[in-house]
């Protein structure tokens, strides 16, 4: 399995931009559907967004869709997640997983987490 670091969190206001950062390990790194999920105090672990192996397939939260994008480039086996307009219910731990499969956005088929990295958003 890629082994997977986040960063990029922070303490930001409402309304705010934020990008986080997500360094795999692997030269397969390219070959893995990769993801963010997040998980406030409290609340279940939720799905934030997806991307295929070569980027060509996305797919959005609900809550996040206009807002957040997600991207990745192969080259430095990095994942990133780009966030605007953040609101007070975006405050959380984002994980970023990677799964075998060319895509995915079940939480199940990921095997490979990162140990998150917190975002806080004051209002």
């Known amino acids: 399995q890629v082994q997977l670091t986040e960063s990029g969190g922070g303490s930001v206001q409402t309304g705010d931009s934020l990008r986080l950062s997500c360094q795999g390990n692997r030269r397969t790194f390219a070959s893995y559907g990769m993801a963010w999920f997040r998980q406030a105090p409290g609340k279940e672990r939720e799905f934030v967004a997806a991307i295929s192996w070569n980027g060509d397939r996305t797919k959005y939260a609900d809550s996040v869709n206009g807002r957040f994008t997600i991207s990745r480039n192969n080259v430095r086996n990095a994942l990133y997640l780009d966030m605007t307009n953040l609101k007070p219910d975006d405050a959380a731990v984002y994980s970023c997983?990677?799964?075998?499969?060319?895509?995915?956005?079940?939480?199940?088929?990921?095997?490979?987490w990162g140990p998150g990295t917190q975002v806080t958003v004051s209002s």
């Open positions: 997983a990677a799964t075998r499969k060319p895509y995915s956005d079940y939480a199940p088929d990921f095997g490979s």
